[in-house]
């Protein structure tokens, strides 16, 4: 285990497991749609390229990074869209893969978004769910594990750009965060 590492949450078989299981209820639930798979750099990249491989629909893959700045109302004129799609989502499915939802500004953010641009649907999947933290009115449509407010980092998520290729999910110490 990393030095850093306070104890591990989630280890990499048991990510793997409920990945799986939560991918495959999706493939069932979206049988029949060609969705636009949405990754949200960075911290979404490791589990979007599980996530992805379980879905057997036909599947067109896109990306954004964002950044939010402000936590007032969940207005997109708040998120900072640092790299957009590169296509439109006008009469899209879109599937949001993202890795986790914490206060919900992001994704509430994102959502409104790409309705706004005219896509058919927005199906949000997170990794983690922060609940207790949330202060918007969202919620993931799939999640794989409800998380307590811990400062977790690993599989995708950082502290200060660090400890993103962990490939389990840990609870950093909090000597590392508070220096
Ligand atoms: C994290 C995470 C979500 C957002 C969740 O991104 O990836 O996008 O925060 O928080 P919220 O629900 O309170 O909005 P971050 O800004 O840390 O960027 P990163 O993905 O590049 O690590």
């Known amino acids: ?87 439109g989502v006008k009469g899209r499915d879109v599937l949001i893969i993202e890795d986790i939802i914490d206060s919900g500004f992001t994704l509430a953010c994102l959502k409104k978004l790409l309705l706004e641009r005219g896509a058919a649907s927005v199906t949000i999947v997170t990794l983690l769910d922060k609940r207790e933290r949330r202060t918007e009115d969202i919620h993931s449509d799939y999640n794989c594990f409800i998380i307590p407010d811990e400062f977790v980092v690993g599989y995708g998520l950082d502290f200060d750009e660090k400890y993103r290729s962990l490939p389990y999910i840990g609870i950093l110490k909090p000597s590392v965060y508070q220096k």
């Open 1 to 87: 285990m990393h030095k850093d590492i306070q104890r591990i949450l989630f280890t990499e078989e048991q990510i793997r497991t409920r990945v799986t299981e939560v991918a495959k209820q999706v493939d069932c639930d979206l049988a029949g749609k060609t969705p636009l798979a949405v990754g949200i750099l960075k911290g979404g990249i490791i589990f979007y390229a599980d996530f992805i491989r379980h879905l057997t629909m036909p599947l067109e893959l896109d990306f954004m990074a964002v950044s939010s700045y402000g936590s007032g109302t969940a207005s997109s004129g708040n998120l900072k869209i640092r790299k957009d799609l590169d296509g």
